[in-house]
């Protein structure tokens, strides 16, 4: 079946460093993948996708390509802000289906 | 914006009773869905519905588990009799109707946090 792995949290990091936070996966056929974020007390937004294999998603600042060779799609930012701070969870679709298959979740901790 | 919302934020019962856990999907979607997360654990599918039945459920959704759209804006989603192993974090999500399902992004409510005693 279907599987995603991430990186174990928490992830901590002063204001200013570089992101990576780890995806891998196992599918079936050509998935979509996808980062969703948690912030404290809210629920899951879509951060950014991909749809095929070496399509880049982005959204504020934060990036992830479509690895086909190596099935992952790693989460990287060049600078992170403390409002950064937050669960990331790693996801895919198989093909011809629409639920989400999650990873565990990375909490990110970002400290002045 | 329009977002998705959940009720109550917290439930806390007694192994074996039925407890309903509430959601109001986005007005103009037309798919819905339950996940939940165990504490340490991954966020798992349990069940999406569409057009008025399931159109797709996960192992984990037995007869223990059903869901319902009572009326045009809450879905529900029904445990008979609550074990244990049942505390967990419940979401909602909605998405609207699309010729390509996987693009189509689903919107999430903030949780439903239950505690079975």
């Known amino acids: 079946g279907n599987s995603v792995t991430q990186m174990e949290g928490p992830v901590t990091l002063s204001e200013e460093a570089f992101l990576t936070i780890n995806c891998t996966y196992t599918?079936?056929?050509?998935?979509?993948l996808f980062w969703y974020v948690q912030y404290p007390g809210e629920g899951l937004q879509l951060l950014l996708k991909a749809t095929k294999a070496d399509d880049k998603g982005s959204n504020k600042g934060f990036e992830a390509t479509y690895r086909k060779e190596t099935t992952s799609f790693h989460l990287e930012k060049g600078s992170v802000q403390v409002s950064d701070s937050a669960v990331y969870f790693c996801a895919l679709i198989q093909s011809g289906y629409s639920t989400l298959t999650f990873g565990k979740g990375t909490m990110l901790l970002v400290s002045p | 914006e329009p977002e998705v919302t959940q009720t109550p934020s917290h439930q806390v019962t007694q192994m074996g009773q039925e407890v309903i856990l509430r959601c109001v999907p986005i007005?103009?979607?037309?798919?819905f869905y339950w996940y939940r997360q165990i504490l340490g654990q991954k966020v798992e599918f349990l069940v999406s519905?569409?057009?008025?039945?399931?159109?797709?459920k996960s192992e984990i959704f037995d007869d223990q588990f059903s869901v319902e759209r009572p009326d045009g804006s809450n879905f529900t989603l029904k445990i008979r009799s609550t074990k244990l192993e049942d505390s967990a974090m419940y979401f909602c999500?909605?998405?609207?109707?699309?010729?390509?399902?996987?693009?189509?992004?689903?919107?999430f409510g903030p949780g439903t946090r239950l505690t079975v005693l």
């Open positions: 599918a079936t056929g050509y998935p979509s």
């Open positions: 999500a909605s998405r609207a109707s699309g010729a390509t399902s996987s693009y189509n992004e689903q919107f």
């Open positions: 007005s103009n979607h037309l798919y």
């Open positions: 519905f569409y057009n008025n039945e399931i159109s797709e």
